[in-house]
């Protein structure tokens, strides 16, 4: 009984320090810190479904799902007239995903250009996802052990990545936790 109480209370020590390494990690590491600032948007009368992309141009990979731009969705800013957002609310959002920004009355602004990437080496097999904040995230597609994604910053515990599949570009999110 009593070494059972200390074992839970080691990996329970165990499981901080590693919460802190990885942060710590993250930061020593220069990635960027995309921090998901996002504005919500109540949606627009008459607006329709429109296919995401994974990326903000044609050549990047199609997201495989639509945003309902009449409902209310999340915008967190444009790169090259593509705006990034998500359906739902800032406290809780489905697949992000990329749309052209004339297919709504986006905000000016912020630009998203992630100046400060940082090619990593992932070091277990895992996957990428568009559903960073989903108790269950879908998987967008397998990243193999040795694939080296570009890091464009970091939200919570997972990296916003750019990498390829299918010989298509793709940016997704990562768990930091394979390649820290």
């Known amino acids: 009984m009593r070494h059972s109480r200390f074992r839970q209370g080691l990996f329970f020590c165990l499981a901080c ?4 390494c990885a942060a710590a990690a993250a930061e020593d590491a220069g990635l960027g810190v995309f921090t998901l600032q996002c504005t919500e ?4 009368a008459g607006a329709v479904p429109v296919p ?13 799902t639509e945003i309902d731009l009449s409902a209310p969705y999340v915008f967190f ?10 359906p739902g609310s800032a406290g809780g959002y489905g697949a992000v995903g990329w749309v052209p920004s004339a297919a709504a009355a986006f905000p000016d602004g912020p630009e998203l250009l992630f100046e400060d990437a940082v090619p990593v080496t992932v070091m277990e097999d ?6 960073p904040l989903a108790e269950t995230p879908a998987q967008l597609c397998e990243v193999k052990e ?9 939200c919570g515990g997972w990296a916003y990545v750019q990498t390829e599949t299918g010989g298509a570009p793709v940016r997704a999110f990562l768990p930091l936790s394979s390649f820290l």
Do not use: H, N, S, Y
């Open 52 to 64: 995401m992309q994974c990326g903000p141009t044609e050549q990047f990979l199609p997201a495989g």
């Open 126 to 131: 895992t996957f990428l996802t568009l559903e």
């Open 17 to 20: 320090l590693l919460c802190l």
């Open 146 to 154: 040795g694939a080296q994604p570009v890091v464009l910053a970091v």
């Open 41 to 44: 948007m109540p949606g627009e």
């Open 77 to 86: 800013g444009q790169a090259d007239c593509w705006a990034m957002v998500a």
